[in-house]
């Protein structure tokens, strides 16, 4: 069975149908035992394209095809004269897929069909076409000069495909894609990794911008802004409730808080939308609120931060209040 970071490959099991039932479970049900994933068209429902183009859709998203061929050929496509099951072969070969054969062995195959004649008469033509095709017949001539595994009954059909499947790998070890089972360490180191990267993508930003003098604040850079907002008990309010001033604020009668957010709007950090009658942050201002997240370390918490928070009490009450 499969662990934490094996390589799960997807094998295209491809044979005629009605059949070969019974095979097909066995070769699923080893794939399955090897830990890897088996695919076939008993497996999905065909959207609305053709048939034969969904199948080709699902043998290219396959690693691995593997062709059961018994005692029929098959459902033939009319413009051809061949058998979906060989052209689904063809195509597999035309695109280099790596692949291998079970072919069952023709006593398996007589066993069978002398089981359902003993059933119903007739019934034998179920598992043997009353005629080969000369297609058939070239088709098994060419199977011949490919990885070929006979099978004399059910169990041969799983050893087939546990001894082939390996060959197949350290033959096409570079093309063999497969599907890998995550290691859940695997994502909390590239996780603190983004959150890291995010993080320095985010000071070197505020960086750019200090150094901006389009990003300046009347002049002043991000700090010598801070220093003269920290100084007018109007404006202190964006320092200490910062995050009340991500969203809109609405145009008021309140005189301390129109004083303020008209000082804000002289300083570039706020616009007034007349549309909706608010006060908004201008690019500015934003870039001046995540500069300021970012430097709350740094800045001065006994002189600056303590004494804005009392002034701020009432802007942050009328804030509750919107």
């Given at each position: 069975?499969?662990?934490?970071?094996?390589?799960?490959?997807?094998?295209?099991?491809?044979?005629?149908?009605?059949?070969?039932?019974?095979?097909?479970?066995?070769?699923?049900?080893?794939?399955?035992?090897?830990?890897?994933?088996?695919?076939?068209?008993?497996?999905?429902?065909?959207?609305?394209?053709?048939?034969?183009?969904?199948?080709?859709?699902?043998?290219?998203?396959?690693?691995?095809?593997?062709?059961?061929?018994?005692?029929?050929?098959?459902?033939?496509e009319?413009?051809?004269?061949?058998?979906?099951t060989?052209?689904?072969?063809?195509?597999?070969?035309?695109?280099?897929?790596?692949?291998?054969?079970?072919?069952?062995?023709?006593?398996?195959?007589?066993?069978?069909?002398?089981?359902?004649?003993?059933?119903?008469?007739?019934?034998?033509a179920?598992?043997?076409?009353?005629?080969?095709?000369?297609?058939?017949?070239?088709?098994k001539?060419?199977?011949?000069?490919?990885?070929?595994?006979?099978?004399?009954?059910?169990?041969?059909?799983?050893?087939?495909?546990?001894?082939?499947?390996?060959?197949?790998?350290?033959?096409?070890?570079?093309?063999?894609?497969?599907?890998?089972r995550?290691?859940?360490?695997?994502?909390?180191?590239?996780?603190?990794?983004?959150?890291?990267?995010?993080?320095?993508?985010?000071?070197?930003?505020?960086?750019?911008?200090?150094?901006?003098?389009?990003?300046?604040?009347?002049?002043?850079?991000?700090?010598?802004?801070?220093?003269?907002?920290?100084?007018?008990?109007?404006?202190?309010?964006?320092?200490?409730?910062?995050?009340?001033?991500?969203?809109?604020?609405?145009?008021?009668?309140?005189?301390?808080?129109?004083?303020?957010?008209?000082?804000?709007?002289?300083?570039?950090?706020?616009?007034?939308?007349?549309?909706?009658?608010?006060?908004?942050?201008?690019?500015?201002?934003?870039?001046?609120?995540?500069?300021?997240?970012?430097?709350?370390?740094?800045?001065?918490?006994?002189?600056?931060?303590?004494?804005?928070?009392?002034?701020?009490?009432?802007f942050?009450?009328?804030?509750?209040?919107?």
């Open positions: 069975m499969s662990v934490v970071g094996a390589r799960r490959l997807q094998v295209f099991v491809s044979s005629t149908y009605k059949d070969l039932k019974l095979e097909r479970q066995a070769a699923v049900e080893a794939i399955l035992k090897m830990g890897h994933i088996p695919a076939g068209m008993e497996l999905f429902a065909a959207d609305n394209r053709k048939q034969m183009e969904t199948i080709k859709d699902w043998i290219m998203e396959s690693d691995i095809y593997l062709l059961i061929v018994g005692g029929r050929y098959g459902s033939v009319p413009d051809s004269g061949k058998s979906f060989h052209l689904e072969w063809e195509f597999a070969q035309s695109e280099s897929k790596p692949s291998f054969t079970c072919m069952l062995d023709s006593t398996y195959i007589t066993l069978k069909q002398l089981e359902l004649e003993r059933q119903e008469k007739g019934r034998g179920e598992v043997r076409d009353i005629e080969e095709c000369d297609h058939f017949t070239q088709w001539r060419d199977l011949l000069g490919t990885l070929v595994e006979q099978a004399k009954d059910i169990n041969e059909i799983k050893l087939a495909v546990h001894s082939s499947i390996p060959v197949l790998e350290r033959l096409h070890e570079s093309e063999l894609r497969g599907w890998v995550p290691n859940p360490a695997d994502f909390a180191g590239i996780s603190d990794a983004m959150a890291m990267l995010t993080k320095e993508n985010q000071r070197l930003r505020l960086e750019l911008a200090v150094n901006d003098k389009s990003a300046q604040i009347g002049g002043l850079n991000f700090r010598q802004a801070f220093d003269e907002i920290a100084k007018d008990a109007d404006m202190q309010p964006l320092l200490s409730c910062s995050a009340l001033f991500v969203r809109p604020i609405a145009v008021t009668r309140n005189v301390e808080v129109s004083r303020m957010l008209q000082k804000l709007t002289v300083r570039g950090l706020l616009f007034r939308n007349s549309d909706k009658n608010r006060y908004e942050l201008s690019e500015n201002g934003k870039q001046f609120l995540s500069w300021l997240e970012f430097q709350r370390e740094t800045l001065p918490e006994t002189t600056t931060f303590s004494r804005i928070r009392r002034k701020s009490a009432d942050v009450e009328f804030s509750e209040n919107v």
